[in-house]
Nanobody, 116 residues
């Protein structure tokens, strides 16, 4: 199994920035991609960004392109989400997810609140 611990959430005004971090431990050798999803109250969980573990290829939801950047540090088994130009509609619980050859694992979530 893989265990995930997220950090970096908080409250910020519109236009501000936050950086989320996710630390993976356990069977990290089986990871082939990591990503972030988010869920706002009353809405379905939605994809935000993902990165492949070996090549570093990235993918983003249209709603965050140009504002969010996902990155990883393989040596530390960390994935990050730099969020700039935040908008009130970015308010949600953000979840880190790891994709492995044995399945996927989710973090506990970290809250991001953007006020106008």
């Amino acid at each position: 199994q893989v265990q995930l611990v997220e950090s970096g959430g908080g409250s910020v005004q519109a236009g501000g920035s936050l950086r989320l971090s996710c630390a993976a431990s356990g069977r990290t050798f089986s990871i082939y991609a990591m990503g972030w999803f988010r869920q706002a109250p009353g809405k379905d969980r939605e994809f935000v960004a993902a990165i492949t573990w070996t090549t570093g290829n990235t993918r983003y939801a249209d709603s965050v392109k140009g504002r969010f950047t996902i990155s990883r540090d393989n040596a530390k088994n960390m994935v990050y989400l730099q969020m700039n130009s935040l908008k009130p509609e970015d308010t949600a619980a953000y979840y880190c997810v790891v994709f492995t050859y044995r399945g996927e694992y989710w973090g506990q979530g970290t809250q991001v609140t953007v006020s106008s």
